[in-house]
């Protein structure tokens, strides 16, 4: 993966962190902060997937990709592709 795309992904996970920070302190007050909170940390979670995702060497990819054993527990962020 480029680094223009890692280094994307590492300021929007910063970006996360600080909305989620900022969010932390309505989360009892509003049901929409609450939402808001929710949404923003599965974006964060998609992010930080997908960074980890790049720094795996591409033959460990396929060894994944073809092996049953990892299939078996699902992810949040499987649910979420981008």
Same mark, same amino acid.
Do not use: G, H, W
């Given at each position: 993966? !480029?680094? &223009?795309?890692?280094?994307? $992904?590492? +300021?929007?996970?910063? #970006?996360?962190?600080? @909305?989620?920070? &900022?969010? *932390?302190? +309505?989360? $009892?007050? !509003? @049901?929409?902060? /609450?939402? &808001?909170?929710?949404?923003? $940390?599965?974006? *964060?979670?998609?992010? &930080? *997937? @997908?960074? @980890?995702?790049? !720094?795996?060497?591409?033959? +460990?990819?396929? $060894? #994944?990709?073809? !092996?049953? /054993? ?10 979420? *592709?981008?």
């Amino acid at each position: 993966m !480029s680094s &223009k795309k890692v280094l994307r $992904l590492r +300021q929007s996970i910063l #970006k996360y962190n600080t @909305e989620l920070l &900022k969010l *932390k302190t +309505q989360l $009892l007050a !509003s @049901e929409d902060a /609450n939402v &808001k909170y929710n949404k923003i $940390l599965i974006k *964060k979670a998609i992010c &930080k *997937k @997908e960074l @980890e995702d790049s !720094s795996t060497p591409i033959v +460990q990819k396929l $060894l #994944k990709k073809f !092996s049953n /054993n990892n299939r078996d527990k699902k992810l949040i962020c499987d649910y979420f *592709k981008s």
